[in-house]
Nanobody, 122 residues
Framework: QVQLVESGGGLVQAGGSLRLSCAVS????????MGWYRQAPGKQRELVAVITSGGLTNYADPVKGRFTISRDGARNTVYLQMNSLKPEDTAVYYCNAMRVKALPLKPATDYWGQGTQVTVSS
């Protein structure tokens, strides 16, 4: 059973910083990519940032230059460093592990974390 455990959310003032972590546990042979998504009240879930197994990254335009995604492959952990936070960054942030294989010949599956609340006050 694969599980994603997120941590690091909380309340911060505008201009502040937070660091989110997401650890993937369970029987894992490989993980293709990992990413962060967010969902604000009344809005659809949207991509924040992704990182491939090779370290390539992609960011949503609203967070470029402020957020940094990184990955510790040995620990199957992904991080999201969020700087210069704005009130519009307030949302529940979800971790995503893409195309996870428990064994080489097993089919790949995507997994999601339970979400962590980030609230930025003005």
């Amino acid at each position: 059973q694969v599980q994603l455990v997120e941590s690091g959310g909380g309340l911060v003032q505008a201009g502040g910083s937070l660091r989110l972590s997401c650890a993937v546990s369970g029987t894992i042979f490989s993980i293709n990519g990992m990413g962060w998504y967010r969902q604000a009240p009344g809005k659809q879930r949207e991509l924040v940032a992704v990182i491939t197994s090779g370290g390539l990254t992609n960011y949503a335009d609203p967070v470029k230059g402020r957020f940094t995604i990184s990955r510790d492959g040995a620990r199957n952990t992904v991080y999201l460093q969020m700087n210069s936070l704005k009130p519009e960054d307030t949302a529940v942030y979800y971790c995503n592990a893409m195309r996870v294989k428990a064994l080489p010949l097993k089919p790949a599956t995507d997994y999601w974390g339970q979400g962590t609340q980030v609230t930025v006050s003005s």
